[in-house]
């Protein structure tokens, strides 16, 4: 069996295999194309050029020979021996040429001009030239002599011309074998590049559609792809998958459905709404509390959008934003029946589906829980008017105590010693505390049963703070506190309960006093925030640990080791909401605190 390995270096084999071809043809053929254009170099040119310089000296011999008569010996010997030097540049050639013969007929040529050459020099050396016969014979042998070598220029030139011919047939055979094999190498080349990668990609693509196909539970799947190497095995190793998850899917379709019917049951027998949903929003189950609750007894609910069943129920449209709201998280809604009035905490839970890979998590829906909380409610408000009732029955008492006091302060009645007076002082102080405890308790009170009354009307921004200081006066004193002021000027007037606001703002610069040590200072900061007037109250005292920030203003809260009831700060978030404004805190453990709170702006 053939590995996948193996073909594709088989493959690429072929491949490098065709390009050395012809690569190696090509040398082969510009090689004998180099050789053809060496011999003609070599074996002609050179006959050529000697032809060329053995026509020039029998030029210049003809020249000489031809010259003026000669009058005496001198000019005789003088003539002599300059055909002789012109005869002995021709023998030097002549040699040359000799050395160089490569035609058929050429050495028959060079041996006659041989002859000849000897003939005329011999002629020359006996100083036979004296006489006119001796002159034609010489003049004779050298015309011999130079149709001689233009013989030899003629038989090289056609062999030039032949072997040009010869070169020029190489060429073009060498033209068409290198595009027969090019043309041969690219089939081979294109076959393996567009035959093997489908080979590999095909199955491959087949395979991905199919594992989407799975992903969705559609386990009939099956690749018809059979090979002998790694992509074949991979195949029938996902048909044998395929065929398993089937069978595995048959055999617990039942498990599941029994599993599924159990927890409708279990859903379904609960005695609070219960509402179930994908990462979609649709609903994959809801119980019969629910479809009451929300009045959804005529609707299909079953795989429908819950936003579309916020179109047929006013109770779902009415509590949709606090259902939903994340800020709203468990939270309180009052949802009225026909019959009566019914509380219910809502639960928002997220199903989440973690993600070991990346540790992130993905929201794949929603469990919704509406729990009946009515019974609660009732004995929440139960306590909350028994609270109140006390507190109103304590005024009176206190009351008459306090009167007691001043009249026992009073020198008419007789003069108290100094231990006297100091009880006084000390139950004066005690019962200026239990009223504060009352008063809190009642405004406690007015918040829990949702009556408060407000007075809402435009208001002097700078008189709330003239006011809550003028109320705290004394406390400035007892403790030196330095005040300081970072005020807008000619700020808007306010929408505002004033004497509430006031108490809200008296309730925050009482806390700073509090917490504040002696000669500490103090800041009352107002400015302008978009659409409302913020007021701030900023101290340097012990402050407030991160922990203690997220409920300080729950009830009965307050900071460790603090006096007071811990109900103020609850209370004057409760009137800041009320009002439309927003109060929140900035702090650090051992850095201060920043109270901020904000009233809107009258247009």
């Not at 011999?39 to 000296?57: G, Q, R, T, W």
């Amino acid at each position: 069996m053939l590995s996948l390995k193996t073909k594709i270096y088989g493959s690429f084999s072929i491949i490098i295999f065709t390009i050395i071809a012809l690569v190696l043809c090509g040398i082969y053929s510009l090689n004998e194309l180099a050789q053809d254009s060496r011999a003609i170099i070599k074996d002609n040119y050179h006959s050529i050029d000697y032809s060329f310089l053995m026509i020039e000296e029998l030029d210049k011999f003809e020249e000489i020979s031809l010259s003026k008569d000669i009058h005496n010996y001198s000019e005789k010997l003088t003539k002599k021996d300059s055909l002789l030097k012109v005869l002995s540049n021709f023998s030097e050639t002549l040699l040359l040429q000799k050395n160089n013969v490569t035609e058929k007929g050429e050495l028959e040529l060079v041996n006659q001009l041989e002859v000849l050459f000897k003939n005329c020099r011999n002629k020359i050396i006996k100083d036979s030239n004296s006489n006119r016969n001796a002159e034609k014979s010489i003049g004779s042998e050298i015309h011999s002599m130079r149709k001689i070598v233009g013989d030899i220029y003629k038989l090289n030139m056609n062999s030039i011309i032949h072997k040009n011919a010869i070169a020029k047939n190489t060429s073009e055979k060498v033209i068409t074998l290198m595009s027969i094999i090019s043309f041969g190498s690219l089939l081979i080349i294109l076959f393996f590049l567009v035959k093997f990668p489908n080979y590999i990609i095909k199955p491959i693509v087949e395979l991905t559609s199919k594992i989407k196909a799975i992903s969705v539970k559609s386990f009939d799947q099956k690749i018809n792809f059979k090979s002998a190497d790694e992509i074949g095995s991979l195949t029938n190793a996902f048909n044998v998958m395929t065929e398993r998850l089937k069978e595995f899917e048959e055999q617990h379709i039942d498990q599941k459905i029994f599993d599924k019917k159990r927890i409708e049951s279990l859903v379904y027998g609960l005695n609070d709404g219960i509402i179930l949903l994908d990462e979609y929003n649709n609903i994959v189950l809801i119980n019969s509390k629910a479809i009451k609750l929300f009045s959804l007894e005529q609707i299909q609910t079953q795989n429908k959008n819950i936003y579309e069943l916020r179109k047929h129920s006013d109770k779902l449209d009415k509590y949709w934003e606090k259902i939903f709201n994340e800020n709203n998280k468990n939270g309180q809604i009052e949802i009225y029946d026909v019959d009566s009035e019914q509380y219910f905490n809502v639960d928002n839970i997220e199903i989440k589906l973690e993600k070991a890979l990346n540790n992130k998590s993905e929201i794949k829906g929603k469990v919704l829980i509406f729990k009946n909380v009515t019974l609660f409610k009732e004995k929440d408000l139960a306590k909350t008017n028994l609270i109140a009732t006390v507190s109103h029955e304590l005024k009176t008492p206190i009351s008459s105590i306090n009167l007691s006091l001043k009249l026992l302060n009073d020198i008419r009645l007789g003069a108290l010693n100094d231990e006297q007076i100091k009880l006084v002082e000390a139950i004066s102080l005690q019962n200026r505390k239990l009223l504060r405890v009352v008063n809190e308790l009642l405004d406690f009170a007015q918040v829990e049963t949702g009556r408060i009354n407000l007075i809402i009307e435009q208001t002097d921004p700078i008189q709330l703070i003239d006011l809550a200081i003028s109320a705290l006066l004394v406390l400035f004193s007892e403790k030196e506190i330095e005040l300081d002021f970072e005020l807008m000027e000619n700020p808007p007037l306010i929408k505002a309960d004033k004497e509430k606001s006031v108490w809200i703002l008296v309730n925050l610069l009482t806390n700073a006093i509090r917490y504040s040590s002696l000669k500490g200072r103090i800041k009352i900061k107002l400015e302008k925030i978009e659409n409302y007037l913020m007021y701030s109250v900023i101290d340097n005292g012990s402050g407030i640990s991160q922990d203690e920030l997220e409920n300080i203003f729950k009830k009965f809260v307050r900071s460790d080791n603090k006096k007071g009831t811990g109900l103020g700060l609850s209370i004057a978030k409760e009137m800041v909401e009320t009002q439309g404004g927003k109060i929140w805190v900035e702090s650090k453990n051992s850095k201060g605190s920043q109270f901020h709170f904000t009233l809107p702006i009258a247009y």
